[in-house]
């Protein structure tokens, strides 16, 4: 499988990202929280290369890996940027995609056509549904040091991209849902939370890692 860093294929990278390595683990926000339904601030100017950025980026990078995600975006992690991470293997193109992207902008290829998968949320803790999204997709931005990034992504790399993009825009997938689907994820959500929440402390902890603390009930999904 080729690995691809910041969209650059690369000959040898570890299979735990240096990232996750240096990062805490920090509480993963969940639906009806109101900083994921809202479009988040851009990173600013005076942001990049800081200490600040990376450190958020490692904790992020860290935070996916206990929870098993393949990406997640910083309003997950309660903080107000438009900045999302990833590590995912496409079998679509048999690929490895490991990266992250501040500030992005979603460019849709109309003539790649729709595909239909299951998609999940690490804010939605537990289940997934079925959904359409293009197949192909461009998204711009810039890394953490303020260099411009252009990200081509196809099939699963594809929904990733837009499923991040669309958190730093304060949308959900289950956004994207029939009401009838939404109210049955939410339902499912809350019989599978606490499931959930255990496997990503015992996964921290196996990180050496100091687990996240949860509220015992979740906020009002509405």
Same mark, same amino acid.
């Given at each position: 499988?080729r690995?691809? #860093?910041?969209? $650059?294929?690369?000959s040898?990278?570890?299979?735990?990202? /240096?990232?996750?390595?240096?990062?805490? $683990?920090l &509480?993963v926000?969940? $639906?009806?929280?109101?900083?994921?339904? +809202?479009?988040?601030?851009?990173?600013?100017?005076?942001?990049?290369?800081?200490d600040?950025?990376?450190?958020? #980026?490692d !904790?992020?990078?860290t935070?996916m890996?206990v929870?098993?995600?393949?990406?997640?975006?910083?309003?997950q992690?309660?903080v107000?940027? +438009?900045l999302?991470?990833? !590590?995912?293997?496409?079998? !679509?193109?048999?690929?490895?995609h490991?990266g992250?992207?501040?500030?992005?902008?979603?460019?849709?290829? /109309? =003539?790649?056509g729709?595909n239909e998968?299951?998609e999940?949320?690490?804010s939605v803790p537990g289940?997934?549904? *079925?959904?359409f999204?293009? =197949? +192909?997709?461009? $998204?711009?931005?810039? *890394?953490?040091?303020?260099?411009?990034?252009?990200?081509?992504?196809?099939?699963?790399?594809a +929904?990733?991209?837009?499923?991040?993009?669309d958190?730093?825009?304060?949308?959900?997938?289950?956004?994207l849902?029939?009401?009838r689907?939404?109210?049955? #994820?939410?339902a499912?959500?809350?019989?599978?939370?606490? &499931?959930?929440?255990?496997? &990503?402390?015992?996964?921290?902890?196996?990180? !050496? &890692?100091? /687990?996240?603390?949860?509220?015992?009930?979740?906020? =009002?999904?509405?």
């Open positions: 499988m690995t691809f #860093v910041q969209g $650059v294929e690369v040898d990278y570890p299979e735990v990202p /240096p990232e996750t390595l240096r990062g805490k $683990v &509480r926000t969940e $639906v009806g929280e109101e900083v994921l339904h +809202r479009r988040n601030a851009d990173v600013p100017e005076e942001m990049f290369g800081t600040e950025l990376r450190t958020l #980026v !904790d992020m990078f935070t890996a929870a098993e995600g393949v990406g997640l975006a910083a309003n992690v309660g107000d940027l +438009r999302f991470v990833y !590590d995912l293997p496409d079998t !679509d193109d048999d690929a490895r490991v992250h992207i501040c500030n992005p902008v979603v460019e849709v290829d /109309p =003539s790649a729709t998968h299951e999940g949320c690490l289940p997934g549904a *079925d959904l999204r293009p =197949s +192909r997709v461009v $998204v711009t931005g810039t *890394d953490i040091e303020g260099a411009p990034l252009r990200i081509e992504g196809t099939g699963y790399f +929904r990733c991209l837009q499923h991040e993009t958190h730093t825009n304060g949308r959900l997938y289950i956004d849902l029939a009401k689907e939404r109210k049955r #994820v939410l499912d959500m809350l019989e599978l939370r606490d &499931r959930v929440i255990e496997r &990503r402390t015992r996964l921290a902890r196996e990180l !050496d &890692r100091e /687990p996240a603390e949860y509220p015992a009930q979740p906020p =009002s999904a509405g």
